[in-house]
């Protein structure tokens, strides 16, 4: 089977974002970058399944120069080549201008299946997935648990709300958006990260995907911090001080002590 | 111009978050001086049509067909497809639910333009809509605004919009026949299931105790416990808990988990990603506990601390047992 993970770069999940001095993005200067989360699930079931049935699994990624560092932890994972779309302002092609350059260099790759995380971290629009499918004229379905192979295509579980589940069953070629824990995250191995760096990265740019210049759909106007909505009193000091107040909020105020 | 909402119903009920959709595009509407409209798509929809049809509202349009009777992002597409090219909308409206967010990229691709997706808010600037979304799990908003050709599709985020102000009125019912083959149709869902009954009721505790991502170790749950002993509250967790194990998944408070409204909940170490405040912002106390002053948690806590709770949880257990 031959498996195409989409993974995206993003901010670590810990950082501290200021807003730019444009306002149109965060301030990307002192943030650390690395995979997005639920990517890494994507990538994961993609190396299971190879593992279980065998053929190939390739990264690939859109993004700037420096997104190649989260290319090659893929490879030490176990991916076994990759395809880095690279352009310096991924934040001026919108969701499905940012997936017509995917789907471009996915097509000449003619995939059996297609994996993508469930969102991005940094936008969250959680469409490139679905989006994808539509391009590349391929059944899809999304939050999905489990994937099994069978005769003429798969079957698999689907995440529904409130606790319900559901399987379907589709032909191959198809795509799926992985939903975000459903295994634990192998680390790269020594070897992994040696031969890592002699697995391919074929760099491709918008212009020969013929995606230079994008019309957009929507249109970031601003970022900003929300402001509070709610009026939170915060308790300073020592631990012990600020929990000693808290506490006596909680008796006396929320009256729940 | 008009707004089309896309409410959501299965085997004869609704998704309610539709009605929270229904009373933003009204809101919408009243501000672009336009009207709204309602589509539902199914099978035998006329009872759900009477509830429908008491809403002010232009038309309420039954999109029947017996392939729509089980979703499938290829039939619901293209009966959309159909619906839109006829009622031939300015903007159109959805819930952020599991469902929307399954098939609406999917439509909006076939139309050649992008839908914003999980919106919270929304201001009418010189005529045009201007949306507010969350970047970041929550920690930055943005301003979108539509560029290209219309349609302009949005769903809104459950909680951002209330049902309750839905304004009363009369509405014309419609019926829509789409045409669909079953070869568009590539997948076949199956029935739904559930893992196991449920053992611990959330929706019911008085007092709850919530742990994230910022206990960093399994074997520091037993910290948590230890707190919500002393306060004789019920121990519940952000999903990353339940997804490693932790704690069993029915603790699980969000959009893939319980919803609750206890008297006080407490967030220890929740950053607040919004699958988590769906599922816990109307209770009524909320207290977080968080290392990060940005954490979205304190936009929705009334009281807060903002420390290492390896540090705080000690002293706070002490206080209590002090206050008993």
């Given at each position: 089977m031959k498996i195409l993970v989409a993974i995206k770069q993003v901010p670590a999940r810990d950082s501290q974002l200021k807003i730019a001095s444009s306002g149109l993005?965060?301030?990307?200067?002192?943030l650390t970058h690395e995979i997005n989360e639920p990517d890494a699930y994507a990538l994961e079931a993609g190396l299971q399944l190879k593992e279980k049935h065998g053929g190939e699994v390739v990264a690939i990624c859109f993004g700037p120069a420096r997104a190649g560092q989260t290319i090659r932890e893929a490879l030490a994972k176990g991916a076994d080549r990759a395809l880095h779309i690279e352009?310096?302002?991924?934040?001026?092609?919108?969701p499905l201008a940012a997936a017509r350059l995917m789907a471009a260099a996915l097509r000449p790759e003619a995939p059996d299946l297609v994996l993508t995380g469930?969102?991005?971290?940094?936008?969250?629009?959680?469409?490139t997935g679905p989006i994808l499918a539509e391009l590349l004229g391929l059944p899809h379905a999304t939050l999905i648990m489990e994937v099994e192979k069978h005769e003429g295509g798969i079957r698999v579980k689907r995440e529904l709300e409130d606790g319900w589940f559901q399987h379907v069953e589709m032909p191959l070629p198809a795509l799926l958006t992985i939903q975000s824990g459903i295994s634990k995250l192998r680390y790269a191995t020594l070897m992994g990260i040696k031969k890592a760096k002699t697995k391919e990265v074929k760099r491709l740019s918008p212009a020969e995907l013929g995606g230079e210049n994008p019309a957009a759909s929507?249109?970031?106007?601003r970022v900003y911090l929300p402001e509070r909505v709610k009026h939170t009193q915060l308790f300073e000091g020592s631990p012990k001080e600020a929990a000693t107040k808290l506490v006596e909020k909680l008796k006396f105020e929320a009256r729940v002590i | 111009m008009s707004i089309l909402i896309v409410m959501e119903q299965r085997e004869g009920a609704w998704n309610r978050m539709s009605f929270e959709t229904l009373a933003a595009a009204q809101q919408i509407a009243a501000e672009l001086q336009t009207t709204a409209s309602a589509a539902v798509l199914g099978q035998g929809l006329d009872v759900l049509a009477g509830e429908l049809a008491?809403?002010?509202?232009?038309k309420i349009y039954?999109?029947?067909?017996?392939?729509?009777?089980e979703y499938t992002p290829d039939a619901y597409t293209s009966a959309l497809r159909q619906l839109l090219a006829q009622v031939k909308p300015e903007y159109v409206l959805l819930p952020h639910t599991y469902q929307v967010r399954d098939f609406l990229p999917k439509l909006a691709t076939s139309l050649g333009t992008v839908a914003v997706s999980d919106v919270v808010a929304h201001r009418v600037d010189t005529g045009a809509l201007v949306l507010v979304r969350q970047l970041f799990q929550g920690k930055v908003n943005s301003d979108v605004r539509f560029t290209g050709a219309a349609p302009h599709f949005a769903s809104l985020q459950a909680g951002?919009?209330?049902?309750?102000?839905l304004t009363e009125g009369s509405a014309a019912v419609e019926k829509f026949a789409p045409a669909i083959a079953a070869?568009?149709?590539?997948t076949r869902p199956q029935e739904r299931f559930r893992e196991s009954a449920r053992?611990?009721?959330?929706?019911?505790?008085e007092l709850i105790v919530s742990v994230g991502r910022?206990?960093?170790?399994?074997?520091?749950i037993a910290l948590i416990q230890d707190l919500a002993n002393a306060l004789g509250a019920e121990l519940a967790a952000s999903r990353p808990i339940c997804d490693a194990g932790?704690?069993?998944?029915?603790r699980q408070v969000g959009s893939s988990g319980q919803t609750v409204g206890p008297k006080m909940y407490m967030a220890i170490?929740?950053?607040?990603a919004i699958q988590h405040l769906v599922g816990m912002k109307g209770s009524r106390t909320i207290v977080a506990i968080n290392k990060?002053?940005?954490?979205?948690i304190f936009e929705v806590a009334d009281y807060g601390i903002v420390g290492d709770l390896f540090q705080v949880v000690p002293e706070l257990i002490e206080a209590i047992k002090q206050a008993k």
């Amino acid at each position: 089977m031959k498996i195409l993970v989409a993974i995206k770069q993003v901010p670590a999940r810990d950082s501290q974002l200021k807003i730019a001095s444009s306002g149109l993005w965060i301030a990307e200067e002192d943030l650390t970058h690395e995979i997005n989360e639920p990517d890494a699930y994507a990538l994961e079931a993609g190396l299971q399944l190879k593992e279980k049935h065998g053929g190939e699994v390739v990264a690939i990624c859109f993004g700037p120069a420096r997104a190649g560092q989260t290319i090659r932890e893929a490879l030490a994972k176990g991916a076994d080549r990759a395809l880095h779309i690279e352009a310096e302002d991924p934040g001026a092609y919108d969701p499905l201008a940012a997936a017509r350059l995917m789907a471009a260099a996915l097509r000449p790759e003619a995939p059996d299946l297609v994996l993508t995380g469930l969102q991005s971290d940094d936008l969250g629009y959680g469409q490139t997935g679905p989006i994808l499918a539509e391009l590349l004229g391929l059944p899809h379905a999304t939050l999905i648990m489990e994937v099994e192979k069978h005769e003429g295509g798969i079957r698999v579980k689907r995440e529904l709300e409130d606790g319900w589940f559901q399987h379907v069953e589709m032909p191959l070629p198809a795509l799926l958006t992985i939903q975000s824990g459903i295994s634990k995250l192998r680390y790269a191995t020594l070897m992994g990260i040696k031969k890592a760096k002699t697995k391919e990265v074929k760099r491709l740019s918008p212009a020969e995907l013929g995606g230079e210049n994008p019309a957009a759909s929507i249109r970031l106007d601003r970022v900003y911090l929300p402001e509070r909505v709610k009026h939170t009193q915060l308790f300073e000091g020592s631990p012990k001080e600020a929990a000693t107040k808290l506490v006596e909020k909680l008796k006396f105020e929320a009256r729940v002590i | 111009m008009s707004i089309l909402i896309v409410m959501e119903q299965r085997e004869g009920a609704w998704n309610r978050m539709s009605f929270e959709t229904l009373a933003a595009a009204q809101q919408i509407a009243a501000e672009l001086q336009t009207t709204a409209s309602a589509a539902v798509l199914g099978q035998g929809l006329d009872v759900l049509a009477g509830e429908l049809a008491g809403k002010q509202l232009e038309k309420i349009y039954l999109v029947e067909h017996e392939l729509l009777k089980e979703y499938t992002p290829d039939a619901y597409t293209s009966a959309l497809r159909q619906l839109l090219a006829q009622v031939k909308p300015e903007y159109v409206l959805l819930p952020h639910t599991y469902q929307v967010r399954d098939f609406l990229p999917k439509l909006a691709t076939s139309l050649g333009t992008v839908a914003v997706s999980d919106v919270v808010a929304h201001r009418v600037d010189t005529g045009a809509l201007v949306l507010v979304r969350q970047l970041f799990q929550g920690k930055v908003n943005s301003d979108v605004r539509f560029t290209g050709a219309a349609p302009h599709f949005a769903s809104l985020q459950a909680g951002a919009y209330r049902a309750d102000q839905l304004t009363e009125g009369s509405a014309a019912v419609e019926k829509f026949a789409p045409a669909i083959a079953a070869s568009e149709v590539r997948t076949r869902p199956q029935e739904r299931f559930r893992e196991s009954a449920r053992a611990v009721d959330l929706s019911t505790a008085e007092l709850i105790v919530s742990v994230g991502r910022g206990i960093k170790e399994a074997e520091n749950i037993a910290l948590i416990q230890d707190l919500a002993n002393a306060l004789g509250a019920e121990l519940a967790a952000s999903r990353p808990i339940c997804d490693a194990g932790w704690l069993p998944m029915e603790r699980q408070v969000g959009s893939s988990g319980q919803t609750v409204g206890p008297k006080m909940y407490m967030a220890i170490g929740i950053s607040g990603a919004i699958q988590h405040l769906v599922g816990m912002k109307g209770s009524r106390t909320i207290v977080a506990i968080n290392k990060d002053p940005n954490a979205p948690i304190f936009e929705v806590a009334d009281y807060g601390i903002v420390g290492d709770l390896f540090q705080v949880v000690p002293e706070l257990i002490e206080a209590i047992k002090q206050a008993k």
